[in-house]
């Protein structure tokens, strides 16, 4: 089967998007386990050491924004639903993930770009969490997002 140019345009997006995603999360546990600095200057280092292009920080930015501004919500959010964990316990690759998947879930969509369906933030947030974590991590942040999505009621 062939593909459209429309096809192959859409893909190439979902993935820039997903990298997006992964560098956000990069970036987020770097900040988290570094313990020092501000997460928008853990944020530059680390994605200038990736090279990481406009079109990635373009759409990562808005996430990492959200969890400088608004980290003290997602983490009670967070911490609310883990209620059998405290998030400090919660490896740290699981609560970068998390932080990342809460922040588009809580504050979705700009006028830069549209909003993001729910289980498509959920979706993308297991990926990255089986990819950097394992198939348990992935579970656990599925669990916690889902959760937070209908507390929310996003879905």
């Not at 995603?21 to 997460?39: E, K, N, T």
């Not at 911490?79 to 588009?104: F, S, Y």
């Not at 198939?135 to 959760?147: C, Q, T």
Request: without cysteine.
């Amino acid at each position: 089967m062939r593909l459209t140019k429309a096809d192959a345009k859409q893909r190439a997006w979902l993935r820039l998007r997903r990298r997006s995603r992964a560098r956000a999360v990069q970036a987020v546990y770097a900040w988290d386990v570094a313990h020092q600095g501000s997460i928008a200057g853990v944020t530059q280092r680390v994605w200038d050491d990736l090279a990481l292009g406009a079109e990635e920080r373009a759409f990562a930015e808005p996430l990492i924004r959200m969890i400088e501004l608004h980290g003290d919500e997602i983490d009670a959010h967070l911490t609310d639903l883990t209620t059998n964990w405290r998030l400090e316990r919660i490896g740290a690759i699981e609560r970068a993930v998390l932080r990342v998947g809460a922040a588009e879930l809580m504050w979705n969509g700009s006028e830069l770009r549209p909003p993001t369906p729910p289980v498509t933030v959920m979706q993308e947030a297991v990926l990255i969490a089986e990819r950097f974590g394992s198939p348990a991590s992935a579970r656990f942040v599925n669990g916690v997002l889902d959760a937070l999505a209908r507390k929310l009621g996003r879905i």
